[in-house]
């Protein structure tokens, strides 16, 4: 079955750090990729989507996210972390059912 | 726009009673989709619509459970009799949905629910 496995229920970062949350995906066909943030007490927002065009996808925010298919991997990533990116990250692939498998959620703290 | 409209924001609420949550989708979107958001499960898909269709439901957890779309422009997820496991935010997102294409889903804002 397909499957979004998000490493790290939590990551910690220093504002203007590196920024990196990883995401693998199980697929048997190319699949569609997509990363989301929630803020607190709001709901989901599209960040970036790869859909099997360029491998590596620019979004808001200054985030981008590459598609390595020999990694089955879709990291997010962006250079310097800023407090207001403290969020939570889930990372989400397409099924051929038409349904969004999501991973479990990645929370982004940044200290100042 | 203004976005996929849910209604209540929060609801609080006694086991056994009724709840109806609603969503006003983004006007042209012809998919609608609903989730449930806890803790321990993290963002689960209930059901999915298509053009007013159900076309999935087998997340919906148990026949307590229902979800109505009448038209293009409303649905409703109703919980009869509620339970206090039943406590968590409810997510409705649409999108459009072509053939050969996969577009993002627009998120509304949530219902934060709690059965006590």
């Known amino acids: 079955a397909q499957s979004v496995t998000q490493l790290g229920s939590h990551v910690s970062v220093s504002e203007g750090a590196l920024v990196l949350l990883r995401c693998n995906y199980s697929s048997s066909v190319p699949p569609y990729l997509f990363w989301y943030v929630q803020y607190p007490n709001q709901g989901l927002q599209l960040l970036l989507k790869?859909?099997?065009?360029?491998?590596l996808v620019k979004g808001i925010n200054g985030f981008e996210a590459e598609f390595k298919k020999s990694e089955t991997s879709f990291h997010l990533t962006k250079p310097s972390a800023h407090m207001s990116d403290a969020a939570e990250y889930f990372c989400a692939s397409y099924n051929q059912g038409g349904k969004l498998i999501f991973g479990q959620g990645t929370e982004l703290s940044v200290k100042p | 726009d203004a976005g996929v409209i849910q209604s209540p924001r929060h609801e609080v609420t006694e086991m056994g009673q009724e709840v109806t949550l609603r969503c006003k989708p983004i006007?042209?979107?012809?998919?609608l989709f609903w989730y449930r958001q806890t803790m321990m499960r993290g963002l689960e898909l209930l059901i999915y619509?298509?053009?007013?269709?159900?076309?999935?439901d087998s997340g919906m957890p148990e026949d307590r459970f229902s979800a109505k779309m009448p038209n293009a422009s409303f649905s409703t997820l109703k919980i009869q009799p509620s339970e206090p496991r039943d406590s968590a935010v409810y997510f409705c997102?649409?999108?459009?949905?072509?053939?050969?294409?996969?577009?993002?889903?627009?998120f509304g804002p949530g219902t934060r629910l709690t059965v006590l």
């Open positions: 790869y859909t099997s065009a360029a491998t």
């Open positions: 997102a649409s999108s459009t949905q072509t053939s050969g294409g996969v577009n993002e889903q627009f």
């Open positions: 619509f298509n053009n007013n269709v159900p076309i999935d």
């Open positions: 006007s042209g979107h012809n998919s």
